[in-house]
């Protein structure tokens, strides 16, 4: 059974951090793209940042320079570091594991709250 399993997310103050993790399980890890995507009230689940196998990264332009996506295949897990955080970043956090079109998990999500 496929689990990821996000832990980090809370509430911070507008220019603070977090760090999220995601712990998986019941896949080989170090074969999967991993990334993290997040969702705000009121609208749609979006591509946050990216890791390939390769450790290949990719954010979007909203986060650049103040999110870093890492993996340790040793641990599988993926991390999210967050700095220098705005209030409108405040969304539920999803990790997603993917394998090309045939394989693709999520997990639960955790809530991040930036107060201005």
């Known amino acids: 059974q496929v689990q990821l399993v996000e832990s980090g997310g809370g509430l911070v103050q507008a220019g603070g951090s977090l760090r999220l993790s995601c712990s998986a399980s019941?896949?080989?890890?170090?074969?999967?793209?991993m990334a993290w995507y997040r969702q705000a009230p009121g609208k749609q689940r979006d591509l946050v940042a990216s890791i390939g196998v390769e450790s290949m990264t990719d954010y979007v332009d909203s986060v650049k320079g103040r999110y870093t996506i890492s993996r340790d295949n040793a641990k599988n897990t993926v991390y999210l570091q967050m700095n220098s955080l705005k209030p409108e970043d405040t969304a539920v956090y999803y990790c997603?594991?993917?394998?090309?079109?045939?394989?693709?998990?999520w997990g639960q999500g955790t809530q991040v709250t930036v107060d201005s």
């Open positions: 019941g896949i080989i890890f170090k074969i999967y793209t």
């Open positions: 997603n594991a993917r394998l090309g079109r045939a394989f693709e998990h």
